[in-house]
């Protein structure tokens, strides 16, 4: 039993508003983290240009490209699944489709997917997406088409991204892209190349512009946001050789998240995933002065164990991260933690995994994604060590360390009840039709009756009950973070 991450969204394809001009068509289906999503909103956005309508129609396109996930080889299985349904339709539906792939397994295999699975006829890498208007030249002209080029600069600053299958209330907005951690478990680093940060001015400007659409909550995305640092361009690990002027003007996340919280005081600032090792007080300060950041940090740690942390090449050791959760709650008193646990590392024994177990009993954990240790190839782990706990073994541990989520998730979700929250409606609740779902700002759903209020309000909610995942309340009236010209039109 293994949590994915937005379990509901893998496969979801991409449905644009039809552009009358363009007559091809593009199916474009998403697996893996937020920032795949998110990069699909660019390809899309790159091939709006070049004539391309989307469609989730796949047996009508004429050009299906497959964003995918390597993180676990679970994720590659689904996707090479998937790749056997778009042959199977191309065969005997439609022989002039393309099928092209996109993102970490188009980078882990490379040209490996057109010599071997001669089911492909592109690859592209997560940094190779301005490349697709050559690509799919090449391709019409029955070629197949390759870039797996890693950058040292691309951010898609400049492109603006189509907002896909839209709620019209939140919205990612990527900060950093690659990432420098090299933790021995995590094919990431391979993946999507090294650390790299965004422009401010392109993030405040592409934010501005969502504000002006209507959206209301903005998530600040990387594989690593505490390590954001822009000082006009380049690599992370670069940033020591830049001029003294250039180290000087530097912004930071803490000053990026002040400078977004307090150019947008009417939208909801949320932000992911946070690292341990690099998030700083600044941070949890800029959360606390900013009424807009929200109260929620997802801060993976991955094991509660000193020896598996080291071997993990994690950072910090077991009691740094205990003393920054106490310095979490201490500078902001309603904070919600979540977090990554993975359970059956190489050489993990029972002690390891009490000492796992242990750790989340402390810090009591709001919301997880548990997972079972999966070997990835070309890491150090897979390189250094075996991948030595037994199947079962791993999914007894995992078992054990769901259970003791749902229970502190329950106890934290309860600490709401009785309390008034505020909430931002994103949509209908699943369960019912005459209710709302929103999230407050420790990202806990709420629903609720509908009432007069509608999608994009910020209500608050007074809670009355709650499962380990849901609050459940009733609207007691608008919030002040509507500003005062929503409260009016009503
Ligand atoms: N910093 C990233 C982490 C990406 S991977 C972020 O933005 O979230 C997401 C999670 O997948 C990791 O935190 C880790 O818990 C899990 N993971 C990564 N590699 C894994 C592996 N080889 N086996 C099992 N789980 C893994
Ligand atoms: Fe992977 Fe560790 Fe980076 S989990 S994405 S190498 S912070």
Known sequence: MEKIIEEEKQGTTVQLEINGKNSRKLYIESYGCQMNFSDSEIVASILAQEGFNTTNVLEEADLVLVNTCSIRDKAEQTVR???????????????????????????????????????????????????????????????????????????????????????????????????????????????????????????LEEIGDLTSKGFKEVTLLGQNV?????????LKKDFSKATPMAQATAVDFAQLLNQVATAYPNLRVRFATSNPQDISDDVLHAIAKHRNICNYIHLPVQSGSDRILKEMN???????????????????????????????????TEQDHQDTLSLMEYVKYDYGFMFAYSERP???????????????????RLNEIIAVQRRTGLERAQY?????????????????????????????????????????????VKITDCTSATLIGEAVGYSDMNGPLTIDTE
């Not at 505490?226 to 380049?234: A, E, F, H, I, V």
């Not at 390189?383 to 007894?396: G, H, L």
């Not at 931002?424 to 629903?447: C, F, H, M, P």
Request: net charge neutral; hydrophobic share 35%.
């Open 81 to 203: 699944k998937r790749l056997e349904k778009y042959n199977r339709v191309k065969e005997r539906q439609n022989p002039n489709m393309k099928v092209g792939v996109l993102g970490c397994m188009a980078e882990r295999l490379k040209s490996k997917f057109l010599e071997e699975e001669k089911i492909v006829d592109m690859v592209v890498g997560p940094d190779a997406y301005k490349d697709l208007p050559n690509l799919v030249a090449e391709i019409d002209e029955g070629r197949d088409a390759v870039n797996v080029i890693l950058s040292k600069e691309e951010t898609y600053g400049d492109i603006a991204p189509v907002r896909l299958n839209s709620n019209g209330v939140t919205a990612f907005v990527s900060i950093t892209r690659g990432c420098d951690n090299m933790c021995t478990f995590c094919v990431v680093p391979f993946t999507r190349g090294r650390e790299r940060s965004r422009d401010p001015q392109s993030i």
């Open 226 to 234: 505490d390590s954001y640092l822009w000082y006009g361009g380049g």
């Open 314 to 348: 994690r950072l910090h050791t077991r009691e740094e991260y205990m003393r920054l959760i106490d310095r979490v709650h201490a500078i902001i008193p309603e904070c919600a933690v979540s977090q990554d646990m993975i359970t059956g590392f190489p050489t993990e």
């Open 378 to 396: 070309g890491t150090m782990a897979a390189r250094k060590m075996k991948d030595d706990v037994p199947e079962e073994v791993k999914s007894r």
């Open 416 to 460: 709401f009840i009785g309390k008034t929250v505020e909430c931002l409606i994103e949509k209908e609740s699943k369960k019912s039709d005459t209710q709302w779902a929103g999230r407050n700002s420790q990202n806990y759903v709420a629903v609720f009756p509908k009432e007069n209020y509608k999608v994009g309000d910020f209500v608050n």
